[in-house]
Nanobody
Framework: VQLQASGGGLVQAGGSLRLSCVAS??????MAWFRQAPGKEREFVGG????????NYSDSVKGRFTISRENSKNTVYLQMNSLKPEDTAVYYC?????????????????WGQGTQVTVSS
């Protein structure tokens, strides 16, 4: 299984970006986005189950970010609105073949390469 993330870039505070992550090799049950800022631990951003009905977000992005998936394309998206400088990080998509959205990094078996998001003030 391979995950390929894209869509990062430089944006001004208040702007929007949409990240995409394409999974190849197998359909994965739970998919998620994590992020890692310089000098900080990798943290959970949002997760989505196979059907797309169940979603979970960290408190820091709730109401601003939306996770979705398109199973016909084996793709998960992260729509990021009202971006803040503190959202600056490398964003990673992650997946696991079992059900249940968890926020723990170690629970996810597969990881993408990361895409840089930089929000200027």
């Amino acid at each position: 299984v391979q995950l390929q993330a894209s869509g990062g870039g430089l944006v001004q505070a208040g702007g929007s970006l949409r990240l995409s992550c394409v999974a190849s090799g197998s359909r994965l049950s739970t998919m998620a986005w994590f992020r890692q800022a310089p000098g900080k631990e990798r943290e959970f951003v949002g997760g989505i189950n196979l059907s797309g009905v169940r979603k979970n977000y960290s408190d820091s992005v709730k109401g601003r970010f939306t996770i979705s998936r398109e199973n016909s394309k084996n793709t998960v998206y992260l729509q990021m609105n009202s971006l803040k400088p503190e959202d600056t990080a490398v964003y990673y998509c992650a997946a696991k073949p079992v059900t249940g959205i968890t926020t723990t990094r170690a629970d996810y078996y597969y990881w993408g390469q990361g895409t840089q998001v930089t929000v200027s003030s």
